[in-house]
């Protein structure tokens, strides 16, 4: 997998090959990241020529050269990857190759969650350089997976001097896209704001800088830490498509510049607004982990490489191929106004329903009726609760339904118990009265006392074993930071408390939320198997949403739920079944009063949940193709998801607003056998997969507003063996 040529050092993943050089004078360049080359004994991948040299220490023109981790100043004049001060001073960093080393499986970083091999084969390349006048020295890691075309990097940084060191910038990648020209490519992003996450941005590039980030303490609403470069031709399942994509859910920056040659760099990491970090004698700073992703499949290749990728080396894998239980959420139905008596009373109907899983949302502790007060305050009200949540669960169990419960641990208000026994445990800037944000504070989870606090409180929450699922909410944004690299202190915090409480309770199936969807990153997935999509679960809001979420992170990771109309975030009414037909892709429940629905509705919502249960191994393992995009200008949007061995695919098609007089929708499949013959669901035909592919099917989608259809594939031998 990893090959040792000359100079070369050459990563073989399952479709793409990624190449570096040892340069003759000790840099280490980057030649290629793309489509597999074969291997032979005489690579000899030259430079792209230049007529004139501006710059030349060493006789390098390292400006026209692709460095692996530059920094600006000596002999790069682009924008590098890492910046230090050495006494005080910018130091001027010449980082050249010492040493590699090749090694069999996927070391974890220290203190930060990343892949893991998961019983793939994969190869780890580590090449340390080092600057020995500034006493820095960097070790880049590869791995490179067999059964990915993902090639997961970080770096490692340490003080190798006697001096003290301070980092001021240290980006997870620096890649020069080899294969692409600035001119002739796009750069999408995942742009959006709270009830309006992930929506796709694309823009051509231009000479200059193109950048993407965040500086609100969190992956955030507005701007998720994921980009693409692609060809200006690409579609969903035409050209080339380069991701990258940060297991990291702080403050993250995303730079494309091009240059004057028309060449594109790409650099990412933490953000290096608010960044520093001291670096005593032998110590070291670990990035977080970059997800590089390359298809030459459209966008489509590009989002089944990471899902793929995602659901075996990110997500808990105990969840990976279980069923997720469907669930009922109270928030929506209830919010803050409920007693145990209202809550049986649909934990009942939703049993009878089909459904497996009782989710109690905000406000059943402290005083909680309303969002001014109790965060912190971790123990049940005892007016909603009387029997306590281990006594409200044993009764949920005893339903024949698990119990789950939502907590937001890194919060407080100011007015709680907590808070005025440690009025010094929440983010505090002192020269100003404390910013609040839905009436709370964000504690400082660089503070062990209140990391000890949080791990206490959630262990002796869980330790009743009557708990089968957490929601872990996060409602407010990041202010009155004042030390530089707090943010990313905090994340480490967080990311022990996860880590400790989900290895103690293995069998608990945590979903992440932030005010819906503002913390929806692969660093979170690490511990939160699936992670609520968006606050705005309106079905045509949705499509957006979900079709923008699903571009890099898979449908399994996605909460979607059915709720009431009219909606509660837009007020639009859809049809039940529309409502249940976008949520099933994703990870399906419900959030609305089952016990108040009419008899026809809980006899759909029990042929809901029976069909979401046949499709939804295709919705874990499968792959998602976009047929008509939610985003292209148009009524229509299109989906299919298909099984690995291509046996069966769902289509969910959703009209928007009907017209009269309206062409009729051709779809066109994706990924089929086109020798098998299939038969469709709904309607009993028949049709080869070259027909459904190359000519496409008419789906009879109602000629109302809203209205969709679902339906499914099956190749016939599966079909009667079903
Ligand atoms: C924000 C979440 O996104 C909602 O689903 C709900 O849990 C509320 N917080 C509760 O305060």
């Known amino acids: 997998m990893i090959v040792e040529q000359g100079r070369y050092l050459i990563l ?49 023109f390292l400006e026209g050269e692709s460095q692996e981790y530059p920094a600006f100043g000596y002999n790069d004049l682009k924008e590098g990857a890492v910046e230090v001060l050495a006494d005080g001073k910018i130091a001027a960093l010449s980082l050249k190759y010492k040493s590699h080393e090749i090694s069999d499986g996927k070391p974890a970083i220290d203190g930060l969650p990343s892949s893991k091999a998961n019983g793939v084969a994969c190869q780890t390349l580590a090449v340390t350089l080092s600057d020995d006048a500034y006493g820095v020295e960097v070790r880049l890691l590869y791995t490179v997976f067999e059964d990915s075309d993902v090639i997961a990097r970080h770096a490692e940084i340490r003080n190798s001097g006697k001096g003290a060191l301070r980092l001021t910038r240290a980006f997870s990648c620096c890649l020069d896209a080899t294969g692409m020209r600035g001119s002739e490519t796009d750069m999408i992003s995942l742009r959006g704001a709270w009830a309006k996450e992930r929506n796709l941005e694309r823009h051509s590039l231009f000479q200059g800088v193109s950048e993407i980030g965040n500086r609100t303490g969190e992956s955030g609403h507005y701007l998720n830490p994921f980009a693409a470069l692609c060809g200006r031709a690409t579609t969903s399942d035409y050209g080339d498509a380069l991701g990258a994509m940060l297991v990291y859910s702080g403050n993250h920056r995303f730079r494309v510049d091009v240059d004057a040659y028309d060449n594109i760099r790409l650099a990412c990491g933490i953000h290096d607004g608010g960044f ?238 932030s005010g819906g969807g503002g913390r929806f990153d692969a660093g979170m997935l690490c511990y939160h198997p699936q992670i609520w999509t968006s606050d705005d679960s309106d079905a045509i809001e949705r499509l957006r949403i979900q079709e923008g979420t699903a571009l890099c992170y898979p449908l399994s990771a996605m909460g979607a739920h059915v709720t009431a109309c009219p909606n509660h975030q837009v007020w639009r009414t859809t049809p039940f079944s529309t409502r249940a037909n976008v949520a099933s892709f994703g990870t399906f429940g419900y959030e609305l009063n089952v016990a108040r629905l ?67 929708e051709r779809v066109r499949l994706r990924g089929l056998n086109p020798d098998a013959l299939y038969t469709e669901a709904r309607s009993g035909r028949n049709y080869y997969g070259d027909e459904l592919m190359y000519r496409g099917f008419f789906p009879s989608v109602p000629s109302t507003d809203f209205a969709s259809v679902l339906t499914e594939f099956v190749e016939e031998s599966e079909e009667t063996n079903r």
Request: some cysteine; charged content about 25%; overall charge negative.
């Open 598 to 664: 009419s008899e026809e509705e809980k006899a759909e919502v029990k042929a809901q949940i029976a069909a979401y249960r046949k499709i939804e191994p295709l919705i874990r393992e499968g792959d998602f193709a976009v047929l008509h995009s939610a985003f292209a200008r148009g009524n229509f949007t299109a989906w299919q998801v298909t099984s690995k061995d291509k046996k069966r695919a769902v289509v969910l098609c959703v009209r928007t607003l009907a017209s009269a007089n309206a062409a009729g």
């Open 12 to 60: 073989q993943g399952k479709g793409i090959s990624y190449i570096l050089r040892i340069h003759e004078q000790g840099y280490l360049l980057h030649v290629y990241y793309g489509r597999k080359l074969r291997e032979n004994d005489f690579p000899y991948f030259p430079s792209a020529p230049r007529s004139f040299y501006t710059f030349a220490p060493d006789q390098v």
């Open 276 to 513: 520093a970090w001291d670096l005593a004698p032998g110590e070291t700073f670990r990035t977080p982990e970059c997800l590089l992703c390359f298809s030459w499949q459209g966008l489509d290749g590009m989002s089944q490489a990471y899902h793929d990728f995602l659901r075996a080396h990110i997500l808990p894998q105990r969840f990976r191929s279980s069923f997720r239980p469907v669930l009922i959420n109270s928030w929506e139905s209830m919010y803050f106004d409920f007693d145990e008596e209202k809550i049986l009373e649909v934990a009942r109907q939703a049993k009878q329903s089909g459904i497996e899983l009782f989710v109690l949302d905000d406000g059943w502790f402290g005083k909680r009726n309303d969002d001014t007060t109790s965060l912190g305050d971790w123990y049940p009200n005892p007016e909603k609760l009387p029997s306590g949540v281990a006594g409200l669960a044993e009764k949920i169990n005893a339903l024949g339904l698990k119990f789950g419960i939502w907590v937001e641990p890194e919060m407080a208000n100011p007015v709680s118990e907590l808070l005025k026994a440690h009025p010094d445990f929440p983010i505090a800037c002192k020269a100003h009265p404390p910013v609040l944000g839905r009436n709370q504070q964000v504690l400082d989870l660089t503070d062990p006392r209140v990391v000890e606090f949080i791990g206490k409180f959630l262990d002796e929450l869980l330790s009743c074993g009557k708990i089968s699922y957490i929601k872990w909410d996060m409602n407010r944004s990041m202010a009155e930071v004042t030390e530089p690299g707090f943010v990313h202190r905090y994340y480490l915090g967080l990311y022990k408390i996860l880590g400790d409480i989900t290895e103690k309770y293995p069998d608990v199936l945590f979903e992440g939320c």
